[in-house]
């Protein structure tokens, strides 16, 4: 019997990442757009919103990849690449992709972590912790909607698999090393501050 994790694209736990911590950029925007299908689960439109935000980021990420993918080969490479641009929309756009990240390796930790609380609660917290603070007034209220949308428990990891002892042990290795490249790409955007203004 398959699990989520078995059918997607690409896992977080097969991105190449140097002993530097360098994140490989192709791999890394297939195991982004595997996780994007993860919120096709949680089967509520308020959703959209969180996967176009992600899409749309990824699409950013990956046309600055296929321009020059020999000097954006790591997502390191690619922030140093738009460095002295004007318009860094790449990194503007890994930016936002890592924080959606972030948000969604936090909420999947409160998850694995409380099991008895429901996805309202778990993601409402993640939310809590992570995006509210880069949100305007206008998005907040959409975002905690979607929240309050989240299917029941049981229902959730229902459809990640039929062996539920699988997937909690795919959920793990995949949110481990989730976590490990959001960590690792937040303190490098932090290490220069190549965020600012972004």
Excluded at 37 to 51: M, N, T
Excluded at 68 to 97: C, F, H, N, R
Excluded at 161 to 186: C, F, N, P, R
């Amino acid at each position: 019997m398959s699990t989520f994790f078995d059918d997607m694209k690409k896992s977080f736990v097969d991105v190449p990442v140097s002993d530097e911590g360098k994140v490989s950029t192709a791999e890394f925007l297939e195991a982004s757009e595997s996780l994007v299908k993860l919120f096709d689960l949680l089967g509520s439109s308020a959703f959209a919103v969180v996967q176009n935000d992600m899409t749309g980021n990824i699409t950013k990420v990956r046309t600055k990849y296929l321009s020059a993918p020999d000097k954006t080969s790591t997502l390191q490479d690619l922030i140093l690449s738009e460095v002295t641009d004007k318009k860094k929309t790449a990194t503007q756009g890994l930016l936002w992709l890592v924080r959606g990240l972030q948000f969604t390796a936090v909420a999947m930790r409160e998850t694995v972590d409380r099991p008895n609380d429901e996805l309202t609660k778990t993601f409402t917290d993640a939310y809590g912790k992570t995006l509210i603070k880069y949100h305007s007034m206008l998005v907040k209220p959409i975002f905690k909607l979607a929240m309050k949308a989240c299917p029941y428990r049981a229902d959730f990891f229902a459809k990640l698999g039929a062996d539920q002892t699988k997937v909690l042990e795919q959920m793990k290795a995949w949110l481990q090393a989730l976590e490990s490249i959001v960590t690792s790409i937040l303190e490098f955007f932090e290490s220069g501050n190549y965020g600012k203004g972004l």
